[in-house]
């Protein structure tokens, strides 16, 4: 025989059951349906352990994307993981539980979608940021004889090019950076060159051009240890005079053309501290400072680390 059986819970809502048997089995399962009833119930979700948060939120080509990663509950030791299809970007620990990597672009690469897999806690999570595109000047440079940016012998090449892959777990630097000259800006970032009338393909103005006095101050922007000195000498034709700061975390300045240079490497120098003097080394048309700021080996804008900072 089959019938309904029917009770109320705690709000008073009738719950009801078909049942089929004897009576005995009828009251176990309205002692079981009282119970349920009379029972709350929590379910508690898991949190979501993987947070990442990507600064601009606008960017444009040049700009460096900071993305920044929570994890709550870190248990196998090892940092979050930001990749871009095959190429991964290190992070670095900023702050308990707290990771961050950059992604640098630059004025030679399609504006459009990046997509990011950000990966950690035994979780995955994909985000797509637009990078907007950005005009950058074209200038034509006529270098004399023996200052052809061709010159550059192996040697200075193989040593700007270990220290522009620096990737030191220490952060050096806190805030924004500083200028490391006070003369006028000569040269922006990201202008496209003709040398001597032909243009140079998959070339960009590297930096910052500083139009200081020869002589003049040469600062730190920021903190960091000196990772390379490098003089004319030595066979740096193209760089001159050179002094590259390691700030840290795959951030590097390199100072270009120096007339002198005031530290040695492995120094650590504050935000500030004299490093050189404005000169015209290398190739180069008249005295002026080269600045130029890299990240995981690309070299991005300056001026948002100036003005906005990242900490």
């Given amino acids: 025989m089959t019938i309904k059986d029917c009770t109320k819970n705690s709000e008073n809502k ?21 119970i349920v009833a009379s029972v709350p119930i929590t379910l508690t979700l898991p949190a979501d352990a993987l947070q990442v948060k990507v600064t601009p939120s606008n960017p444009e080509l040049g700009d460096t994307l900071s993305v920044i990663i929570n994890l709550d509950n870190p248990d196998n030791g090892s940092n979050p993981k930001v990749a871009i299809g095959e190429k991964t970007y290190p992070t670095f620990a900023i702050a308990p539980n707290k990771y961050r990597a950059f992604v ?18 035994g979780q995955v999570q994909n985000l797509a940021v637009t990078v907007r595109n950005r005009k950058f000047p074209v ?7 023996g200052k052809s940016a061709d010159g550059a012998t192996e040697y200075e090449l193989k040593r700007v090019a270990a220290f522009k892959a620096l990737q030191t777990p220490q952060k050096y630097w806190n805030g924004s950076f500083g200028k490391p000259n006070t003369g006028r800006i000569s040269t922006i970032y990201g202008v496209r060159r003709y040398y001597n009338g032909k243009f140079a393909n998959d070339y960009y103005h590297r930096g910052v051009d500083y139009a200081g006095a020869a002589g003049s101050p040469v ?24 002094v590259g700061i390691d700030h840290g975390q795959g951030v590097v300045s390199i100072f270009m053309h120096l007339s002198r240079i005031n530290v040695k490497e492995g120094d650590i120098v504050k935000t500030g501290q004299l490093i050189g003097a404005v000169g015209s080394t ?30």
């Fill in 14 to 34: 009738l719950l009801c059951l078909n049942i089929t048997g004897d009576k005995p089995y009828r009251r176990v399962i309205n002692l079981f349906i009282g």
């Fill in 219 to 242: 600062v730190a922007p920021a903190a960091g240890r000196v990772a390379l000195v490098g003089r004319v000498s030595q066979g740096f034709r193209v760089h001159g005079n050179v």
């Fill in 104 to 121: 640098p672009t630059t004025p030679v690469e399609t504006a459009g979608i990046r997509k990011l897999k950000i990966s950690g806690d």
């Fill in 282 to 311: 290398g190739a180069s048309t008249g005295p002026h400072l080269h600045w130029g700021l890299y990240v995981n080996g690309q070299a991005i804008d300056p001026v948002p680390w100036r003005f906005n900072g990242v900490e």
């Fill in 139 to 145: 200038q034509r440079i006529t270098l004399p004889p």
